[in-house]
């Protein structure tokens, strides 16, 4: 029985972790898991050198052509250069491919290089939430999905963020070895086998008034009192409008209800403050308006998915890394 061929498209300054994850899925030999296991290949989409942001030359000895041989081919990742202009030969390859009944999967931003290919037109896809204004904005014609963890639609996928890789790729392994082998691939990486769960937890709730609607006082009003106790009889006052009429005009401006604009301003102030301040929970609780660390917790879960001490550990560890690599730049 042949290989199944996993072929990965490499740009310059690809992201570390997201050519890493299906690496370690696939180009670590398993067969004493299922046999046979994959073949990887990693396929240079630009002239070399080809280096990550933290300098880490990539030797990439296959190129586009090899792509179109592979089973299921993959975009990792790509820097904003690529992302906005990504190389023709990448855009054709794709495409090919794709006629040819490959699986195509993008990882990340990579999501990026599949729409500007067209093979996103009408398909549901994601990618990191710290892109999708800028990606909906720009492929209104895809089926923009921004809080999942990843996205199937007839043989081609796209992943959200980083972490969102890895399942994915597991995903992938389920789908051909079946999820015992899948399970066992997690249990070796020490991550879960499968995750029930969207990127929502990492992304700030949207505030979509236009500018010069007659609600924006209020909400900058509301914005600024957030830690005292606040109604929406009391919004009405301030707005001049009965509550009925306030809710209604409310709806059609935000897109959601008073009381949940609340909670998700709330929330993201309490995002804000666990980000960029070391204050404890019980403080947190207080400035954001949630009173206690108790209904924090509870809305603060309710809303991201993840509690107050794990959404600050991982934007913390996270802004450490980002320095890192800063640092280490200049």
Not at 110 to 127: I, K, M
Request: proline share 7%; with cysteine.
């Amino acid at each position: 029985m042949p290989r199944h061929v996993v072929a990965i498209a490499v740009t310059d300054a690809t992201p570390t972790f997201e050519l890493a994850v299906p690496c370690e899925v696939f180009g670590i030999d398993r067969s004493d898991i299922a046999d046979p296991w994959y073949e990887l290949r990693l396929c240079a989409a630009e002239p070399a050198p080809l280096r990550t942001p933290a300098g880490l030359r990539i030797e990439a000895p296959y190129d586009m052509d090899d792509l179109l041989e592979a089973d299921t081919v993959i975009v990792a990742a790509c820097a904003r250069p690529v992302q906005l202009d990504p190389p023709a030969s990448l855009i054709a390859a794709v495409r090919k491919a794709h006629e040819l009944g490959r699986r195509i999967v993008s990882l990340c931003t990579g999501a990026y290089v599949l729409a500007h290919a067209g093979l996103l037109t009408g398909r549901p896809a994601t990618t990191h939430w710290m892109n999708a204004a800028d990606f909906g904005q720009r492929f209104s014609d895809v089926d923009f999905s921004p809080s999942v963890l990843y996205t199937e639609s007839d043989n081609v996928f796209t992943s959200a963020g980083s972490g969102a890789a890895i399942d994915l790729c597991l995903h992938l392994v389920r789908q051909d070895h079946g999820s015992a082998v899948a399970t066992e691939i997690a249990r070796r990486m020490v991550v879960p086998p499968h995750r029930e769960g969207v990127q929502v937890q990492y992304t700030k709730p949207p505030v979509r008034p236009r500018e010069g609607d007659e609600l924006n006082p209020v909400l900058q009003w509301a914005r600024d009192h957030l830690h005292e106790p606040l109604t929406v009889p009391q919004l009405a006052r301030v707005a001049n409008l009965g509550e009925r009429t306030f809710a209604r005009r409310f709806r059609e401006a935000v897109g959601t209800t008073p009381l949940q604009w609340l909670l998700q301003q709330r929330v993201r102030l309490a995002q804000e403050l666990l980000e960029t301040t070391d204050e404890p929970v019980d403080s947190v609780a207080r400035h954001s308006g949630f009173g206690t660390a108790t209904n924090l917790r509870y809305h603060f879960g309710r809303v991201t998915s993840v509690s107050p001490q794990t959404y600050r550990h991982v934007f913390r560890h996270r802004a450490a890394t980002q320095r890192q690599l800063r640092s280490a730049a200049s």
